[in-house]
C-alpha cells in the first residue's frame, strides 16, 4: 500500500520565539508549541508565565515536557527535506518587513499596514483583536504603489469622474462632487470585464 503524502509548510513547525524550527518542541494547554530551551530562558527572565504567541497567562509555572510525537513529526520532516533555508525569501520572493537579519519570505501583505509579513509574524494578525479589521493580501512587493503620493494615505476610492485611484483625502479635496466608488467595487466591475489590468497599468 502505498504510504500517504502529508504536505505541510515549515511555518507550522516554527517555534515563534526563535523563529526556527522546533528543537525538543514542548507544548502549552493553550496549544502552541516552542522549543523547550526558548521557552525555559523566556520564563526565567520573566514573573508571569504566559504563552509567548497567544499571551494567555498561567497561575502557576506549567511543568514543560516534552511533545514527543511533535518532536518525532519535526525530526521525519527535517530528514525528508524541511530544512530551514526554504523559509527564507530568495530572488523574486517578497521579504517579510518585520524580520531582522536574513529575511523570510512573505507570506502575505497588509494593505492597512502597508507591511509584508512571514508566517510568524503574521501570526497577531489573525489572533489580536486591532488586527481584525486589516485587510490581508497575497504578498506584494509594490505596496507603494497603492499610497497617494499626494497624501501618503491608502488607494482606497475610485473616481468614476476621472477614471482613477484616490485616497480619502483626495475626495474632500480635489475630487469634491465627484462620482466615487470603493476601489474593491470597481476592481470586482472591471476584472468581470477585463480591463482592471489596465487601469492598474496606468
Known amino acids: 500500500m502505498a504510504e500517504a503524502q502529508l504536505f505541510v509548510s515549515q511555518y507550522e513547525f516554527t517555534c515563534s520565539v526563535c523563529l526556527n524550527i522546533l528543537t525538543d518542541p514542548v507544548s502549552l494547554l493553550c496549544g502552541h508549541s516552542f522549543c523547550l530551551k526558548c521557552l525555559t530562558d523566556c ?3 520573566s514573573q508571569v508565565f504566559s504563552c509567548p504567541q497567544c499571551r494567555e497567562i498561567f497561575n502557576l509555572r506549567p511543568p514543560l515536557r516534552r511533545n514527543t510525537v511533535l518532536n518525532e ?3 521525519k520532516l527535517k530528514k525528508t527535506g524541511l530544512s530551514s533555508s526554504q523559509k ?4 523574486g520572493d517578497v521579504e517579510c518587513d ?7 519570505r512573505a507570506v502575505k501583505s497588509c494593505l492597512t499596514c502597508l507591511a509584508s509579513f512571514c508566517q510568524p509574524h503574521l501570526q497577531p494578525h489573525y489572533e489580536g483583536a486591532a488586527w481584525k479589521d486589516h485587510k490581508l493580501v497575497d504578498p ?3 505596496l507603494k504603489r497603492k499610497l497617494c503620493a499626494k497624501h501618503q494615505e491608502s488607494l482606497k476610492i475610485f473616481c468614476k469622474t476621472d477614471d482613477s485611484c484616490i485616497c480619502m483625502m483626495c475626495v474632500v479635496t480635489e475630487h ?3 462620482e466615487i ?4 467595487t470597481e476592481r470586482e466591475e ?3 470585464s477585463g480591463i482592471w489590468c489596465l487601469i492598474e497599468t496606468n
Open 140 to 142: 506584494d512587493g509594490n
Open 88 to 91: 527564507y525569501a530568495g530572488p
Open 43 to 45: 520564563w526565567d527572565q
Open 176 to 178: 469634491r462632487g465627484h
Open 190 to 192: 472591471k476584472e468581470v
Open 98 to 104: 518585520f524580520c531582522t537579519g536574513k529575511k523570510f
Open 181 to 184: 466608488v470603493e476601489l474593491e
Open 73 to 75: 513529526i519535526v525530526e
